[in-house]
Nanobody, 124 residues
Framework: QVQLVESGGGLVQAGGSLRLSCAAS????????MGWFRQAPGKEREFVAS????????YYADSVKGRFTISRDVAKNTVYLQMSSLKPEDTAVYSC?????????????????WGQGTQVTVSS
Protein backbone atom coordinates (compact mmCIF):
# COMPACT_ATOMS: atom_id res chain seq x y z
CA GLN A 1 0.00 0.00 0.00
CA VAL A 2 1.51 3.30 -1.12
CA GLN A 3 1.69 6.05 1.46
CA LEU A 4 2.78 9.64 0.91
CA VAL A 5 3.28 11.93 3.88
CA GLU A 6 3.93 15.64 3.40
CA SER A 7 5.53 17.92 5.94
CA GLY A 8 7.14 21.33 6.17
CA GLY A 9 4.18 23.62 5.68
CA GLY A 10 3.47 26.60 7.89
CA LEU A 11 3.00 30.33 8.11
CA VAL A 12 5.61 32.56 6.50
CA GLN A 13 5.84 36.22 5.55
CA ALA A 14 5.91 37.30 1.93
CA GLY A 15 9.41 36.99 0.56
CA GLY A 16 10.25 34.11 2.86
CA SER A 17 11.09 30.49 2.17
CA LEU A 18 9.84 27.04 3.07
CA ARG A 19 10.88 23.52 2.16
CA LEU A 20 8.20 20.89 1.80
CA SER A 21 8.98 17.19 2.07
CA CYS A 22 7.02 14.18 0.87
CA ALA A 23 8.08 10.80 2.22
CA ALA A 24 6.96 7.81 0.18
CA SER A 25 6.56 4.17 1.12
CA UNK A 26 4.88 1.06 -0.19
CA UNK A 27 6.47 0.56 -3.60
CA UNK A 28 9.66 1.23 -5.50
CA UNK A 29 9.91 5.00 -5.20
CA UNK A 30 12.87 5.35 -7.52
CA UNK A 31 11.06 4.36 -10.74
CA UNK A 32 8.09 6.74 -10.59
CA UNK A 33 7.76 10.41 -11.38
CA MET A 34 6.56 12.63 -8.56
CA GLY A 35 4.64 15.88 -8.54
CA TRP A 36 3.52 18.71 -6.32
CA PHE A 37 0.09 20.27 -6.69
CA ARG A 38 -1.74 22.89 -4.66
CA GLN A 39 -5.30 23.89 -3.95
CA ALA A 40 -6.36 27.26 -2.62
CA PRO A 41 -9.78 27.80 -0.98
CA GLY A 42 -12.51 27.94 -3.59
CA LYS A 43 -10.17 26.97 -6.40
CA GLU A 44 -9.35 23.78 -8.24
CA ARG A 45 -6.16 21.86 -7.64
CA GLU A 46 -3.35 23.15 -9.83
CA PHE A 47 0.00 21.84 -10.94
CA VAL A 48 3.12 23.25 -9.26
CA ALA A 49 6.09 21.06 -10.21
CA SER A 50 7.01 17.53 -11.21
CA UNK A 51 10.18 15.48 -11.49
CA UNK A 52 11.18 12.37 -13.40
CA UNK A 53 12.14 9.05 -11.86
CA UNK A 54 15.85 9.90 -11.87
CA UNK A 55 15.58 13.61 -11.19
CA UNK A 56 16.91 14.46 -14.62
CA UNK A 57 13.79 16.20 -15.87
CA UNK A 58 11.57 18.67 -14.07
CA TYR A 59 8.62 20.84 -15.03
CA TYR A 60 7.26 23.93 -13.29
CA ALA A 61 4.14 26.00 -13.48
CA ASP A 62 4.85 29.45 -14.91
CA SER A 63 3.68 31.02 -11.68
CA VAL A 64 6.48 29.38 -9.65
CA LYS A 65 9.27 29.14 -12.20
CA GLY A 66 12.47 30.65 -10.84
CA ARG A 67 11.16 30.62 -7.26
CA PHE A 68 10.47 26.93 -6.55
CA THR A 69 12.76 23.93 -7.00
CA ILE A 70 11.69 20.30 -6.94
CA SER A 71 14.20 17.57 -6.09
CA ARG A 72 14.27 14.00 -4.87
CA ASP A 73 16.46 11.83 -2.66
CA VAL A 74 16.12 8.20 -3.69
CA ALA A 75 17.98 6.93 -0.63
CA LYS A 76 15.41 8.62 1.60
CA ASN A 77 12.38 7.93 -0.63
CA THR A 78 11.59 11.61 -0.38
CA VAL A 79 10.73 14.40 -2.78
CA TYR A 80 11.21 18.03 -1.84
CA LEU A 81 9.81 21.37 -2.89
CA GLN A 82 12.03 24.30 -2.02
CA MET A 83 9.95 27.47 -2.14
CA SER A 84 11.54 30.91 -2.11
CA SER A 85 10.31 34.48 -2.60
CA LEU A 86 6.91 33.36 -1.44
CA LYS A 87 3.87 35.47 -2.27
CA PRO A 88 0.43 35.62 -0.64
CA GLU A 89 -1.00 33.99 -3.77
CA ASP A 90 1.09 30.89 -3.00
CA THR A 91 -1.18 30.23 -0.03
CA ALA A 92 -2.75 26.80 -0.48
CA VAL A 93 -2.75 23.20 0.64
CA TYR A 94 0.20 21.52 -1.07
CA SER A 95 -0.03 17.82 -1.93
CA CYS A 96 2.44 15.44 -3.47
CA UNK A 97 1.46 12.78 -5.94
CA UNK A 98 3.15 9.65 -7.22
CA UNK A 99 2.74 9.04 -10.92
CA UNK A 100 1.93 5.79 -12.62
CA UNK A 101 4.94 6.32 -14.91
CA UNK A 102 8.51 7.52 -14.85
CA UNK A 103 8.09 10.68 -16.93
CA UNK A 104 6.77 13.78 -15.15
CA UNK A 105 3.53 15.35 -16.30
CA UNK A 106 1.43 18.35 -15.38
CA UNK A 107 -1.92 16.60 -15.19
CA UNK A 108 -3.23 15.47 -11.84
CA UNK A 109 -4.97 12.58 -13.57
CA UNK A 110 -1.59 10.95 -14.23
CA UNK A 111 -0.89 10.61 -10.52
CA UNK A 112 -2.14 7.47 -8.84
CA UNK A 113 -1.41 8.14 -5.20
CA TRP A 114 -1.68 11.28 -3.08
CA GLY A 115 -0.66 12.51 0.33
CA GLN A 116 -2.97 14.27 2.72
CA GLY A 117 -1.47 17.69 2.04
CA THR A 118 0.27 20.36 4.08
CA GLN A 119 -0.94 23.93 4.55
CA VAL A 120 1.22 26.82 3.37
CA THR A 121 0.10 30.30 4.36
CA VAL A 122 1.96 33.38 3.16
CA SER A 123 1.12 36.63 4.90
CA SER A 124 1.56 40.02 3.27
Amino acid sequence: QVQLVESGGGLVQAGGSLRLSCAASGRTFSIYAMGWFRQAPGKEREFVASISWNGGLAYYADSVKGRFTISRDVAKNTVYLQMSSLKPEDTAVYSCGESGGSIPTMSEYDYEHWGQGTQVTVSS
